[in-house]
């Protein structure tokens, strides 16, 4: 099974400039998130979606944007890249429901803002 | 809102030492405890998990992890490291229903030979 696929792994943006870092996987997970990882500062949530049509803001949300159209799809947008940006970007998924389901991580996408 | 605390930034650990890596967290209600690992250049994996039962967990690699709730505690134990154990260590906690992990900030293991 390819599991949580993120691309690109690699990207240096300028300020100011957009991307969409793409996420997938073929679990047919229902629960979908977008993480950054920056040093010393663990893993924060930047949006989740709890099903296809559903999302919502996490702890960090300001200056991204995602959509859910599909279950196997969870892309993040950036529209106006800014240094604070810089970051590792992790893409999640679960089945969802209680029962301590783990959380699949993507391998990473490491995006440079200049 | 919870919160996750792990106090060792850099844990730095001959080989066949012993570990232990804390973790405490904040909000008393029914959590699920989680400890990634996440090796050089590598995603975050599951190293082991705890939702019910046997407060003594054990995971993946000889690691195992016990929740002490009274301590609000979920602490990571191995006998004896070894040099692949070289990783960022996370714990992570998900509320009842919430369907969300809080991350602690995370534990770098250096182990050397």
């Known amino acids: 099974n390819a599991g949580v696929t993120q691309t690109p792994k690699f990207r240096i943006l300028k300020i100011g400039q957009s991307m969409t870092l793409q996420c997938a996987q073929d679990?047919?997970?229902?629960?979908m998130y977008w993480y950054r990882q920056d040093p010393g500062m663990g893993l924060k949530l930047i949006y989740y979606s709890v099903g296809a049509g559903i999302t919502d803001k996490g702890e960090v949300p300001n200056g991204y944007n995602v959509s859910r159209s599909t279950t196997e799809d969870f892309p993040l947008r950036l529209e106006l890249a800014a240094p604070s940006q810089t970051s590792v970007y992790f893409c999640?998924?679960?089945?969802?429901?209680?029962?301590?389901?783990?959380?699949?991580f993507g391998e990473g996408s490491w995006l440079t803002v200049v | 809102a919870q919160s996750v605390s792990q106090h060792n930034h850099h844990v730095i650990l001959s080989e066949a030492a012993s570990l232990e890596l804390g973790c405490n967290y904040s909000y008393g209600g029914t959590v699920n405890l989680f400890w990634y690992v996440q090796y050089p250049g590598q995603h975050l994996q599951l190293l082991l998990k705890y939702f019910s039962g046997d407060p003594l967990v054990k995971g993946i690699k000889g690691f195992e992890a016990e929740f002490i709730k009274s301590k609000f505690s979920f602490n990571l134990r191995k006998p004896s490291v070894q040099w692949s154990d070289t990783a960022e260590y996370f714990c992570?906690?998900?509320?009842?229903?919430?369907?969300?992990?809080?991350f602690g900030t995370g534990t770098r293991l250096t182990i050397i030979p």
């Open positions: 679990m047919n997970h229902n629960y």
């Open positions: 999640a998924s679960t089945n969802g429901g209680y029962s301590g389901n783990t959380i699949y």
């Open positions: 992570a906690v998900e509320d009842f229903g919430n369907e969300k992990l809080t």
